[in-house]
Structures are given as C-alpha cells and as structure tokens.
C-alpha cells in the first residue's frame, strides 16, 4: 500500500519570500499531470527571507514519476523568476527533504506551524527518540508527527500545530513537556527551529 509522501523545501531567498499566491499559482501546473498533491507555503516569523513549499504526494514513488516528466522541469523553471522577486539574476538557497511522518500533519493546517529538524547523536539512538516523539504526539491528540528524512536516516523532522506561537511556548515551559524535551536533546541535535503560518493551495 502507498505510503503518503511530504516534500518539504526550505529556502531562503535573495529578497523577501513571496506571498503564497503566484506560489500555489505556479504548483498548480503539477496537476494537468494527472495527479492532485496538496501544497502549502508560507514565510518564517523571524525571518522575511525564509519559506516554505511543502508537497504532500500520495507516495514516494508517484513524486518520482512527476519528477521525471518533461513538464516537472518546466514547473520548477517558473518557480525561480517568482522565489527570485525583484532580482531575477539572484540565487536562492534552498535545502530538500522527504518524510513519512507517524500520521496525517494536520499541523500544517493550523495557525502556526512549528517544525523541528533534529539530527540523532547516535545512530544506536533511534529506538529511544521513537519513543519519546510517540509519545509527545500521543498526548498531543497527534497534533505532533514525525519521521525520519530519506536523505539522512538520523535526522527527523518533527511539525506540530498551534493557535499561537505563545500557546506553544506555554506548552514547552509545562514540567512534563520540559522533561521530554531535555530527554530528547540529550539523545539527539537541534538542527532548526522554524515557525510558520502556512496557506493551502486549491
């Protein structure tokens, strides 16, 4: 059975990061190929350089075969004059990653999404940072998942969903929380930190 997909582009962008419309109006192309992907992009809170586009395919395998088409490359060539803003001749910096999350990221639906990229210690750490993230996103009602990245088996991102950025500071300074966090960064890195209000495409 197909296992659902999440492609996750962080970039930072030589200008400020576009608003989400001339974005999702361009992902839009992916669809005349026969498949129906959900998309999200948003801005970082702290940093107006910095974004998203987040690509939820129903498998792995159905985002290679788009990747693959001849009209895939001519999504991602009108992409770059939209990321690229007033200064078409610049480059952005963007990192790729692909995650089977634990569930359904209903994260990226609400107000703010936070994301955390960590990377194990150790890669004999994986069976203990399982068990502390299942557990957080059990007593989150799942608002939390997580799962590894197939670019780097140790590393593991993990999005959970919040009404606000302070909701979510709240949280993390409760005894419990606090707890399973020093547990957590004592088995693995903190890569990245991000917050985002994100907009769905149609």
């Known amino acids: 059975m197909p296992v659902p997909t999440t492609e996750i582009v962080i970039i930072n962008s030589n200008d400020s990061f576009p608003t989400p ?7 839009k192309q992916i669809k005349t190929l026969g498949v129906n992907p959900s998309f999200y992009t948003g801005v970082e809170a702290e940093n107006p350089k910095g974004g998203f586009i987040i690509v939820q395919w129903d498998s792995y395998e159905q985002h290679q075969k788009v990747v693959k088409s ?7 060539n009108d992409l770059k004059p939209v990321l690229s803003g007033q200064n078409p001749t610049g480059t952005t910096e963007h990192k790729i990653y692909h995650v089977q999350f634990s569930g359904p990221a209903v994260a990226f639906d609400q107000p703010v999404t936070e994301m955390v ?4 210690k150790d890669p004999g750490n994986h069976g203990a940072v399982v068990d502390i993230l299942s ?3 059990e007593a989150s009602g799942n608002m939390l998942v997580y799962g590894q990245t197939r670019e ?7 999005v959970s969903g919040w009404p606000t950025v302070q909701a979510q ?11 399973a966090l020093r547990q ?8 990245n930190l991000y917050s985002v209000t994100l907009t769905k495409g149609s």
């Not at 001849?70 to 991602?76: F, L």
């Not at 990229?117 to 194990?120: A, M, P, Q, R």
């Not at 500071?169 to 707890?179: L, N």
């Open 135 to 137: 557990k957080r996103s």
């Open 21 to 27: 419309e001339p974005l999702l109006s361009t992902f």
């Open 169 to 179: 500071k709240q949280t993390a300074s409760k005894p419990e929380v606090a707890a």
């Open 184 to 191: 957590l960064y004592s088995l693995a890195d903190e890569d």
């Open 117 to 120: 990229i960590i990377t194990l």
């Open 70 to 76: 001849p009209s895939y490359t001519d999504v991602v």
């Open 152 to 158: 780097d088996e140790n590393k593991y991102i993990i």
